[in-house]
């Protein structure tokens, strides 16, 4: 039968990949389920807690903000990017917050830092760190009330209880706020050494555990393994973690090589605070982070060596946020200068 | 220009070509001073006289001045209103003198004074560079006293505080706590917040002016289908 008979020609190229934004979005959420379980199983059920506040919050204002915008809802808020940054932003949150700061943090991220300057895409800033550090600066006696690991804890509040907390701020009967909240081994470091301490006193506490704190080692390794699995994958680049990484302890190992009294080991800052989440969830966001490969190193490294910058003489314990949104800033020179050279160009 | 009517001079300083919404002019003290209603009311009304008699004196002396030495002599004009205007308000309202600070004198360099003396004031009689002065200088503080409004109220939670800076000690008790025990929200009060705030400002004439603009197409369309 030759009419039956078909030669079908596709122009080039011939593999379709199966990649689109939500399932890419999804990927990395599904990423960060491990570091997401460390978190709750050390720090309680304020983790959890923080996270479905956000999301309720972040999903609603992308859906109100597309609505105004005369957007498509639905098509949109399936890519998962609103999704994503409620779950980066609950991750760094502390556990015992009250309601309404998941909630402005979701609505500055979503409103503000994403949907006014476009929508995903146009966004200079990573959304969920403009949320956290509105909340930073303006809440900070909220912020930095940080939950001990649950081992180390006098109470160990019940799922009820810390719903009662967040919604309330009640809490059972004969505990006080001291009991629930514990500085975090990067915050005691700072307030120690200011006390003159020298870092083996200070670490002899054991709330510091074996690497970078009791707990926090954990949580750290959780987003350790989930960035792994996103680099097999492909979804991130290996130039943006490396960085990072490599920037942070390229700087805590040279200072902990002359002082080690004062200056905490290049491992203890890997494990400890948000440096892993920092590397690899929140630092390689596509849309805010450099495009071309020898400027994702480039932001990278200075990602890492201004959280050590801001770790070891900062103001404030941790420094994840500000680096990353400094070095969004500094993007759009990054890739100026780092534009990958066309075959056959010539060499400037 | 120099045939402009006086509800149009009114109606651009207000409105159509404000000073801090459409010109963008002035954005500095704008930003830095506006953290409460009473001290946006302040500097606005500090910039209103700056303006009004600037304005007044570069159109009188229009004609006697050489166009290649104008501004100069414009800036010399400011910077001595400015400085009368500094001193009468060290001696009579000095606490607010205090608050508003540097901002005072730097009234000086705000460019929408020295943009209206150039731009109308040294092309139009006296009467009408008066109203254009009020009008841009009445516009200016209309958007300082909003601006330091929305930032006291969700910076701090209260309204018209410190009053008594400006009204004299029979409006101590004006400060309005709208929120109890409010927390406060920092940002607000801190300079990004002034940024922010400005931006949905001028987002918000903005939108104003598209559905105004919008109106009589629509009625024109609505001819056109039932015709």
């Known amino acids: 039968m030759t009419e039956t008979m078909e030669f079908r020609t596709y122009s080039s190229p011939h593999l379709s990949g199966p990649s689109h934004v939500g399932r890419l979005m999804r990927g990395v959420m599904l990423a960060a389920v491990p570091g997401l379980l460390m978190a709750w199983w050390f720090f309680g059920w304020g983790?959890?807690?923080?996270?479905?506040?956000?999301?309720?919050?972040c999903i609603g204002a992308e859906a109100a903000m597309l609505r105004l915008r005369r957007r498509p809802v639905r098509a949109t808020l399936a890519d998962g990017s609103a999704a994503l940054t409620a779950l980066l932003l609950a991750l760094t949150l502390p556990p015992f917050a009250p309601w309404w700061i998941p909630v402005i943090g979701g609505l500055f991220a979503i409103v503000i830092a994403k949907q006014l300057y476009g929508g995903l895409g146009y966004n200079p800033f990573n959304p969920a760190m403009v949320g956290y550090v509105v909340l930073l600066i303006s809440f900070p006696r909220e912020m930095t009330?940080?939950?001990?690991?649950?081992?180390?804890?006098?109470?160990?509040?019940s799922l009820v209880d810390t719903l009662a907390w967040s919604l309330l701020g009640t809490l059972p009967a004969g505990t006080g706020v001291d009991a629930i909240s514990m500085a975090t081994p990067l915050d005691t470091i700072k307030t120690q050494l200011g006390l003159g301490l020298t870092l083996t006193e200070i670490q002899a506490d054991p709330r510091f555990g074996?690497?970078?704190?009791?707990?926090?080692e954990w949580v750290n390794l959780g987003f350790l393994l989930g960035g792994g699995w996103l680099l097999y994958r492909g979804t991130i680049q290996w130039q943006i973690p490396a960085g990072v990484l490599g920037g942070l302890f390229v700087m805590a190992l040279l200072f902990y090589a002359v002082d080690s009294d004062t200056y905490a080991s290049p491992l203890f800052h890997l494990f400890s605070g948000a440096a892993m989440l920092g590397a690899f969830f929140i630092a390689t966001d596509p849309v805010s982070a450099s495009t071309t490969p020898r400027g994702r190193l480039l932001y990278g490294a200075g990602i890492g060596i201004l959280i050590y910058i801001i770790r070891a003489w900062g103001g404030y314990p941790d420094g994840v946020a500000f680096a990353v949104l400094l070095m969004n800033m500094a993007v759009p020179t990054i890739d100026y200068y780092t534009q990958p050279r066309v075959y056959g160009q010539e060499r400037k | 220009m120099t045939d402009t009517s006086y509800p149009e001079i009114a109606r651009n300083g207000l409105w159509n070509n404000n000073p801090a919404l459409v010109q963008l002019l002035g954005l500095c003290p704008l930003l830095a001073v506006t953290t409460t209603f009473i001290n946006g009311l302040g500097l606005g009304i500090?910039?209103?006289?700056?303006?009004?008699?600037?304005?007044?004196?570069?159109?009188?002396?229009?004609?006697?001045?050489r166009p290649e030495v104008r501004i100069p002599v414009f800036v010399l004009v400011i910077a001595s209103t400015v400085t009368v205007i500094e001193i009468s308000m060290n001696a009579w309202f000095h606490d607010l003198y205090l608050i508003l600070g540097i901002f005072i004198p730097l009234i000086v360099t705000n460019c929408s004074i020295i943009g209206r003396a150039e731009?109308?004031?040294?092309?139009?009689?006296?009467?009408?560079?008066f109203t254009d002065g009020l009008a841009m200088g009445l516009g200016f503080t209309a958007v300082l006293v909003t601006l330091g409004a929305l930032r006291e109220i969700i910076g701090k939670g209260t309204l018209f505080a410190q009053a008594h800076l400006m009204f004299g000690e029979f409006a101590a008790n004006w400060s309005l706590t709208l929120v109890e025990d409010y927390r406060g929200f920092l940002l607000a009060v801190l300079p990004p917040g002034a940024f922010i705030g400005l931006g949905l400002i001028i987002a918000v004439k903005n939108i104003i002016d598209q559905r105004r603009a919008r109106r009589p197409v629509h009625a024109v369309a609505g001819e056109a289908a039932t015709a």
């Open chain 2, 46 to 65: 500090a910039t209103t006289l700056t303006l009004i008699i600037s304005n007044s004196v570069v159109s009188a002396i229009r004609k006697l001045v």
């Open chain 1, 47 to 57: 983790v959890l807690i923080n996270l479905m506040l956000a999301l309720a919050t």
């Open chain 1, 145 to 157: 009330l940080w939950a001990p690991p649950q081992a180390l804890a006098e109470v160990q509040l």
């Open chain 1, 210 to 216: 074996d690497i970078g704190g009791y707990g926090w």
């Open chain 2, 119 to 129: 731009a109308f004031a040294s092309k139009n009689r006296l009467r009408a560079a």
